[in-house]
């Protein structure tokens, strides 16, 4: 560690009221300190769902009694003067926790708002919207003791780690590497935390096998599982653009907790505990009857170990259907169109990967909907027809496109592309999780999915009917026209 860097702790009250920090490498307090926004900083783009996100997370923080609940990491650099430290990182939070402080009706000791602020729309927005949220939730506690309960909390229980260096290369060094190292890993590390705290009733063994399970499965994949998959897919079946799985977002995989006892939260808990009774009883067995599933992706979670088995368990699915080996998996095996889009002429750059994206999750929301674990030879004819409808959806969006990026995907998805300028242009998320049957989801695609005029493919190869050694077609475009969905193509 530099010897300029100092690390350690500050609460809230200390920070933004009494102008110092707690206690910093394991000795004093530095007291007297300016907090300072410096010019580089950028706006403070906090919505009100992300300001009422970190009241409900104090809240509950404090309904559990919690000595401490760390709130985040604050750096700062240090100015010459040893009286001035300019805010790096935590910006967000600290203009949030004033706000917050203001509308618990404190205003004269909190001096940090009345430094002058960056003139631009971001500031003059949503520091005024979010501070007037934050006072209707605060009004909503009707309890004047309540309510100074909960500022007490704030100010002595909520705590930031803070890090100081006089250097600003060593303090964005810091910054850049705090946020390289947590990207990517940082939603679904804080879910399993949250998790962990709500599985108290479980013995220590227990609790061990469980996150063994977690810790067994590779954190890349599971990473890539929720900020990717189950993100999208849940906001895409309501209709809802999908942007970025953040700590901010997260709550739509937290669940429904033991304490909760609304009526929608009775009926979901009946459900898993349910199916949990007849799974790991005799009756499967003695009765013949396939083991009933636990979990569906538009659906609550439930909270605690339930959610770790919900994680294991689309893994698993999500391995299995983007593994296309003839002699292993049980969802997809050895098929034409999945062993065409696994050559490298057809994984490679973003718009193939893109693609390849919407089939494998339209995919992977069909399984999940309508395949049983004991699939009948039925049940895989229908799931093959679908492979068929996915594949021309997701693939229309690429053969139209030279280059595909993100936004034209989502815009494909929501249909908020022009008429008649994309062909099938539609949310099929939307149509899985309301079908009612494989067989009305499969007539519902048949009206839906267009024949694609061939003017409207940007790159059709010479000759889609080129085949690999193993008689693989070596073009996705070969099954538009196999399958009779390509029009105007001369024989």
């Not at 000795?27 to 706006?43: F, H, S, V, W």
């Not at 636990?294 to 339930?306: E, R, V």
């Not at 034409?336 to 390849?356: C, E, F, M, S, Y």
Request: charge should be neutral; include cysteine; charged fraction near 30%.
């Amino acid at each position: 560690m530099s010897s300029s860097l100092k690390l350690g702790i500050t609460k809230i009250g200390d920070l933004l009221l009494e102008n110092k920090i707690t206690e910093i490498n394991e000795g004093e307090d530095i007291a007297n300190m300016k907090l300072t926004i410096p010019p580089y900083q950028r706006p403070y783009k906090w919505l009100p769902k992300n300001v009422i996100q970190l009241f409900d997370d104090i809240a509950e923080a404090k309904n559990e009694n919690r000595e401490v609940y760390r709130v985040g990491t604050l750096i700062l650099q240090e100015e010459d003067n040893k009286t001035i430290y300019n805010i790096v990182d935590g910006q967000q939070r600290i203009i949030t926790f004033c706000l917050l402080l203001k509308a618990l009706g404190i205003d004269e000791k909190n001096t940090f708002l009345k430094q002058p602020l960056a003139n631009n729309h971001h500031n003059k927005q949503n520091i005024p919207d979010n501070f007037l949220t934050l006072k209707r939730r605060v009004n909503n506690i009707i309890d004047v003791n309540e309510r100074e309960k909960f500022l007490d909390f704030v100010k002595k229980n909520c705590e930031l780690i803070v890090v100081i260096t006089e250097d600003i290369s060593e303090a964005f060094q810091f910054f850049d590497s705090q946020n390289v190292r947590g990207k990517k890993l940082y939603p679904h590390d804080l879910l399993k935390a949250y998790h962990l705290r709500e599985m108290n009733d479980l013995d220590i063994l227990e609790t061990e096998k469980v996150v063994k399970i977690w810790e067994d499965l590779k954190q890349k994949k599971l990473s890539s599982l929720f900020s990717e998959y189950l993100y999208r897919v849940k906001e895409w079946l309501r209709g809802n653009r999908a942007e970025e799985l953040t700590e901010h977002n997260i709550q739509k995989f937290k669940g429904i907790r033991r304490v909760d006892n609304f009526p929608y939260a009775q009926f979901y808990k009946g459900a898993l505990a349910y199916s949990e009774t007849i799974n790991f009883s005799s009756m499967p067995f003695v009765s013949g009857i396939k083991n009933l599933k636990s979990f569906q992706l538009d659906t609550p979670i439930i909270a605690g170990k339930a959610f770790f088995d919900y994680a294991k368990y689309y893994y698993i699915i999500l391995e299995d259907i983007q593994n296309n080996d003839k002699y292993e998996g049980y969802y997809i095996n050895d098929n034409k169109i999945v062993k065409t889009l696994d050559l490298p002429v057809n994984k490679n750059g973003v718009g193939n990967g893109i693609a390849r994206f919407l089939f494998d999750t339209a995919i992977l929301l069909y399984v999940d909907r309508f395949c049983p674990e004991r699939m009948t030879k039925t049940d895989q004819e229908m799931l093959d027809r679908f492979v068929i409808f996915a594949f021309i959806w997701a693939y229309s969006l690429r053969a139209q496109y030279v280059n595909l990026g993100w936004q034209s995907a989502q815009n494909y998805i929501m249909k908020t592309i022009k008429a008649g300028d994309v062909v099938n242009s539609f949310n099929v998320y939307k149509i899985i999780a309301e079908s009612d049957s494989p067989v009305s989801l499969l007539r519902d695609l048949s009206d839906e999915i267009k024949i694609i005029p061939i003017d409207k493919i940007r790159k059709m190869p010479d000759k889609i009917d080129d085949r690999e050694e193993d008689g693989t077609y070596k073009f996705y475009h070969f099954y538009f026209k196999d399958y009779n969905f390509l029009e105007g193509l001369n024989e």
